[in-house]
């Protein structure tokens, strides 16, 4: 009988129910929003590409890194960090823990979900794959508690079938961050501009995990990656196939959102970046905000730090951000590491609970550039 216990809390070779795992920060942003009744199928906006002869089973981390390259398969985004970069750093890092990041931290952007909820049986089969080229012990499925129980047990079938342990979280913004998932699940931090890999986990999400199966099962490349597209204006979110370069203005046009009344935001929440029309779709983020154009109100002027204590609070990996803003001021870098910028993985929660309005989140940019 198996006596070893896992981080993730799987007695190995034992798959069990659920483990439900609340989110271990207080300040994340919780949603009061039902799942819906209806996961809507991804609509593919243009025709697959059709199978090539890249769909070759690999055996070893250089020969899947070898296999995707050829197939195009590659994701670097919040949910699912530098995959290439995570599988060539597992050739020399063991990792021992694979998790599939099924989290979506914003409920009008339900990407992880729609993708697992019409995908699952693709998605196992590339976890499956990885975790044997790969060599971990465990796969851990993330994914949010409060879904729907058809969701759940579909989860809890499946992860058994693999192996797997499935964790739930309460879904508050920012759990889906990769590095936050490192260490709620496992307990373990890489820092800031680092690889899950340092931490002995491998991430990667329904999207990349599809992209996977679809090349070594069926031989077909990346041609499409799965966006989620939230329009502010009408409050729909729409779900697609889009092809790899497809500009911006013409995944709105194909999703009749006028793109000359919309300002796009690509990324998550917080930490949205703006992008322009002819920027273009790819490995990067996969969920957009499509807001109108109207001003928004003006930012309201700092003040000074009342040392309230609120950011703290609301840092999910607990670092001391006032104390951050202060190195930045200062240009420290020895401060900012003893108040843990390593650890940050830029939520700007910090800035958005600020009362004093301090520009906590840019300073920490500052400090990760220089630094
Ligand atoms: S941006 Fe960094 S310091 Fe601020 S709350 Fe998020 S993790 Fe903490
Ligand atoms: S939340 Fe703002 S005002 Fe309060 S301690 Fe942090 S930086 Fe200072």
């Known amino acids: ?71 195009g398969v590659g994701a670097d985004r919040r949910e699912c960090p530098d995959l290439a970069g995570q599988l060539r750093s597992a050739v020399v890092r063991r990792p021992d823990t694979l998790i599939c990041n099924l989290v979506d ?51 809890q079938r499946l992860a058994a079938e693999a192996g797997a342990r499935v964790v739930g979280f309460a879904a508050h913004y920012p ?16 820092p800031l501009g680092q690889l899950p890999t340092e931490a002995g986990a491998v ?3 329904a999207a990349a995990a599809l992209a996977i199966d679809r090349l070594v099962r069926r031989g077909r490349p990346m041609s ?40 796009i935001g690509a990324g998550a ?21 499509a807001a109108g154009l109207a001003p928004p109100a003006p930012p309201a002027p700092p003040a000074a730090c009342i040392r309230c204590g609120w950011c703290v609070a609301a840092c999910p990996t607990r670092l001391q951000p006032a104390g951050l803003l202060e190195a930045a001021q200062l240009e420290d870098p020895e401060l900012a590491d003893r108040h843990g910028l390593g650890g940050c993985i830029e939520c700007g929660l910090c800035s958005y609970v600020c009362p004093a309005h301090l520009p906590l989140l840019e300073a920490i940019r500052r400090l990760g550039v220089g630094g």
Not at 234 to 256: C, F, N, Q
């Open 203 to 205: 991430v990667v999400d």
């Open 1 to 71: 009988m198996p006596t070893e216990r896992h981080p993730a809390g799987r007695r190995l070779k034992r798959p069990g129910p659920m483990i439900r795992r609340k989110t271990q920060f207080s300040g994340g942003l919780a949603w009061e929003a039902p799942w819906p009744a209806h996961l809507p199928a991804l609509r593919w906006l243009t025709a697959p590409a059709p199978p090539g002869d890249v769909g070759v089973e690999p055996a070893d981390v250089p020969g899947l890194i070898e296999v995707l390259q050829r197939g």
């Open 105 to 155: 931290d914003d409920p009008r952007l339900r990407l992880n979900a729609v993708l697992w909820r019409h995908h699952a049986l693709g998605i196992v089969a590339a976890l499956r794959l990885l975790a044997g080229v790969l060599g971990t012990r465990c796969i851990c499925l993330a994914a949010a508690a409060d879904a729907p129980a058809g969701f759940v047990k579909m989860l």
């Open 269 to 289: 929440l917080l930490e949205q970046v703006a992008v322009a029309p002819e920027d273009a779709v790819g490995p990067g983020a996969l969920t957009f905000h």
């Open 175 to 190: 759990q889906g961050h990769a590095a936050l998932l490192v260490l709620t699940v496992l307990g373990r931090v890489y």
């Open 224 to 263: 499409h990656v799965p966006v989620a597209v939230h329009d502010h204006v009408t409050g729909k979110s729409h779900y697609a196939m889009a092809p790899v370069g497809l500009k911006i203005v013409e995944l709105l046009g194909h999703l009749d959102i006028p793109a000359g009344q919309r300002a």
